[in-house]
């Protein structure tokens, strides 16, 4: 797997940079499957060179928004997610990403996580909540921070959310991504979001503010403890 630190970038580049790598690896996978429904007629030829490990294309990508931005779920209404006029008064950007869930805001202090995996190196992926307790399980295991739990899609310490994650699919392909507060002003989430017209049960009726924190990392620590993801076997383990 390729890890890429992107370091600060604008929201709209960082969007870019998931979907392209998303997309990149749909094409490779569905280069694959054409290559394979031709062997039959084939068989006898001789290989052209050692088939390619199956992970190649997935990768990790890390970046941070320069500024502060709102991110919508693929089909998100502005005006059920997000308080319009505070965001234009601030000059709040507004994007859309590829996958669904709720309205997130990005900005210093707010590191954004995607990896993007293959569906035919890693099949138990193909199913959404069986994928979601298996990246979650192993982000919150290298994260390594004391009264960390995954809580449905979510990563909390003691209750409060510090991460959220959605995910997109294509042929072949996954994007799991989220956002995890590390040294983010969580004012700003109350300022230009109302409460959400969905939330999950165990958040209950809590305000943003009651709800969410800082993870007690530094960024550099967090990009070191995520680097060690790509040693997870492509095997399926138990978990």
């Not at 298996?134 to 209750?159: E, P, Y």
Request: aromatic share 4%; charged share 25%.
């Amino acid at each position: 797997m390729h890890v890429e630190d992107h370091g600060s970038l604008p929201p709209g580049r960082g969007l870019a940079l998931e979907d392209g790598a998303l997309r990149r690896l749909e094409r490779t996978v569905m280069q694959r499957t054409a290559q394979r429904a031709e062997a039959p007629g084939r068989t006898s030829a001789p290989r052209d060179g050692p088939a390619a490990p199956p992970d190649e294309g997935e990768q990790l990508l890390i970046w941070e928004s320069e500024c502060a931005a709102v991110i919508l779920p693929r089909h998100g209404d502005p005006e059920a997610w997000v308080h319009l006029p505070v965001c234009a008064a601030r000059r709040i950007p507004l994007l859309h990403r590829e996958s669904g869930g709720g309205a997130v805001v990005v900005g210093p202090g707010c590191l954004n996580v995607a990896l993007v995996l293959s569906l035919g190196a890693r099949p138990w992926l193909a199913d959404v909540e069986r994928s979601y307790a298996w990246v979650l399980g192993r982000l919150a295991g290298v994260l390594a921070i004391d009264g960390v739990a995954t809580r449905s899609t979510d990563l909390a310490i003691r209750g409060r959310k510090f991460a959220g994650h959605a995910q997109r699919r294509v042929r072949g392909a996954l994007l799991h991504h989220g956002v995890l507060l590390y040294d983010f002003d969580l004012a700003l989430i109350d300022a230009l979001l109302p409460e959400p017209p969905r939330r999950p049960a165990w958040r209950g009726w809590r305000t943003h503010r009651e709800f969410l924190t800082n993870a007690p990392l530094s960024r550099d620590e967090i990009v070191r403890r995520l680097r060690r993801l790509p040693a997870v076997s492509v095997r399926c383990t138990s978990g």
